[in-house]
């Protein structure tokens, strides 16, 4: 497959650091940056751009609040055109904390939103965007949307938003072909000046497929990360999007050097990837909550009960 | 997804035995067969029908043979209606080995060919077919087969041969959803009085997907494995399957009982899934051997090279 307009945006850190509380050091943070950059990806995310007064820097690592001192550490000394991008979170954002973009290494924030959210998503954007950033909103949990909802939230991303990308988020790992190339096309068609962006899960082994199936439908902005590690089942592999997208610009091969020396033994310490509770949530279009607890208690393979549960009403019962 | 006349067949024994020469204890084979029965699937392929004279049975485990009798031993005493099936490969077969339908617990025999073997193939299945069993051809490699070659070849089928079934099969996990597509897409046009099935490999967590994308465009024939257990990357998982398929008769409950009690132990001993050599032979579209011989050598985790050399032209070189 090979688009000009296709940008690849790697998010290791940021989805990854959800495993972790964002506790990678950072040389561990600086090699990935390293190899991101030498793969030819467009951004990379460093983390969250959350405040401080609301998440204990004790609890939580540095890629939680992202200062742009930490974000000049990373990039010092690699040269490399890659973009920086940092996640938002609605109402988890001391606008103060945000200089304006010419003071700040950051390139690109994307705010992170629930459709019902959309407005204040919308009021952060704009804000960012007259700061100086690209800006984007990321849709999560799209597919426990309603329609009639979402269409009203495209309506108001068409009219009022200054995000230039609008990303559909598979959060919970539950969406088919199908439902990826419905939205992609709708989304297309409601916000005609934007671009539309693809953030898949893997809960049932389609975070790459799906990304190939939004791309198919006119998706130009892709999230990866560095052997899927992201929360409980994690993402789509940058390493088999870099494989597919043929534009001679990317080579995977820096990306390949990194999972051998890094990710690997990283794996034996964290957990993600094709897990049988995380397959079930997504079957279900459930959060992925009550598997991430299931895997911390001492029923982590007890997948009949937690089948039943879910399907039953989970917590709620 | 539902459409009655989908059938799915479990081909764990017969696939993930290509990990382990089929040595498989009687204990396990009846718990697989016990489960998959139990899920609604509605065929179990429990070997191949190669030829003693040909493997030695010292080396290979009774599932590389299937005769008779074993089979009896794994069906009797559970009451179940699912079909079982078997495989056989162009030139490893004795045909005084395959009784006649009628005195055989065979229900099915599906003979695994490259495109340039098909008159073999048909051969066979013609003879399978007169004795009585219902029988399919599985196209192996089809990511390789040249075009005008593979037109022939469904000519071929369509004229000549007596399989219900026609197979397309990702042995090197190297499709993408726009190939499954015109694959699938093809075979519907020139094969117009026959089914068309689907069988994946996982090599770029596309199994799944895939043969998803095969369901949409008309193919009623679905393989899977319990767990994806298979050769190298392995098969689509038939749990996500089942988790796909709203047909009521399916229960995906029994299959995670499994999974829980004899897939995660073996998994701990037996290699299959997603490993990056089994990822980059399936972007390069190489058969998974050099994949399998890196990875029982001491630089299991040596990517980049084995990149380079399978792109560069592999053993060739």
Known sequence: MYRKEIRVLDCTIRDGGLINNHQFDMRFVKEVYRAVAASGADYVELGYKNSPKMFSPKEYGQWKFCS???????IEGVDSDIKVSVMVDVGRVDLDDVK??????VDM????????DVDK???LVNHFADKGYETTINLMAISK????ELNEALHQLHTECKAQVIYVVDSYGALYQEPIEYLVKKCKKLLKDKEIGIHAHNNQQLAFGNTIEAIMHGANYVDGTVFGMGRAAGNCPLELLLGFLKNPKFDVRPVLDLIAKEFIPMREKMEWGYIIPHAIAGMLNEHPRSAIALRE???KENYREFYESLRDGGELR
């Open 68 to 74: 742009d001192d930490d974000i000049n550490r990373v």
């Open 100 to 105: 304006p973009k010419s003071e700040s290494p």
């Open 109 to 116: 924030i994307r705010v992170a939103a629930y459709v019902k």
């Open 121 to 123: 998503a919308i009021y």
């Open 145 to 148: 949307a309603v329609d009639m």
């Open 297 to 299: 208690s001492d029923k």
